[in-house]
């Protein structure tokens, strides 16, 4: 069965960069699509965007656009988020999540967060 | 784009009550609603998908229902362990938008 597992936890302050991590194991990671969900403390769910590890085919919610990038990495079956230039409203946990790997048209296999703190 | 609004925002039930959450989208997403559960310091899990299936090893207490733009997450017979969040998100579109939460109490 499909595991992620993402990279560890982020103290940045205001205007550094960061990328952090989801790997995949147990399933054909080029054959599905990754999103990316953010959670801000004390908060709901947001969609960050998706991407599709075989192709890189990407898709960004409108709130998200400009604002971060995703990508893949197929060698190592890994995905990223990615940021030029933190806020301190980027202060949250970001979650990985992949959409379908249990034939679900859902997001059906999640990481275990990365909790991002900016200050 | 479109937008989920659920209802309530939140509630109160009591061990063995039954439960209704509903997400309504601003336009038609056929039958693409999934609803999530949160506990707190916890990853989401998938509940139901596509409106009305039940995810591998969810309780058959949970149940959903609905299509176009109004939706349906029921619990039968709330359990201690179902105090949680819970959120809805279409995925007709490929912005998989989530509902704002239903946070579930003990009353």
């Known amino acids: 069965e499909g595991q992620l597992v993402q990279s560890g936890a982020q103290v940045k302050e205001p205007g550094e960069s960061l990328k952090i991590s989801c790997r995949a194991s147990g399933y054909s990671f080029t054959s599905y699509w990754m999103g990316w969900v953010r959670q801000m403390p004390g908060k709901g769910l947001e969609w960050m965007g998706i991407i599709y590890a075989g192709d890189s085919d990407t898709r960004y919610s409108p709130s998200f656009q400009g604002q971060v990038t995703i990508s893949v990495d197929k060698s190592i079956s890994t995905a990223f988020l990615q940021w030029n230039s933190l806020k301190a409203s980027d202060t949250a946990m970001y979650y990985c999540a992949t959409r379908g790997i249990t034939g679900v048209d859902a997001l059906d296999i999640w990481g275990q967060g990365t909790m991002v703190t900016v200050s | 784009d479109i937008q989920m609004t659920q209802s309530p925002s939140s509630l109160s039930a009591s061990v063995g009550d039954r439960v209704t959450i509903t997400c309504r989208a601003s336009?038609?997403?056929?039958?693409?609603l999934n609803w999530y559960q949160q506990k707190p310091g916890k990853v989401p899990k998938l509940l139901i998908y596509?409106?009305?299936n039940l995810q591998s090893g969810v309780p058959s207490r949970f149940s959903g229902s609905g299509s176009g733009t109004d939706f349906t997450l029921t619990i039968s017979s709330l359990q201690p362990e179902d105090f949680a969040t819970y959120y809805c998100?279409?995925?007709?579109?490929?912005?998989?938008?989530f509902g704002q939460g239903t946070k579930v109490e003990i009353k």
């Open positions: 336009q038609s997403i056929s039958a693409h």
């Open positions: 998100q279409q995925t007709f579109t490929m912005t998989y938008v």
């Open positions: 596509t409106a009305s």
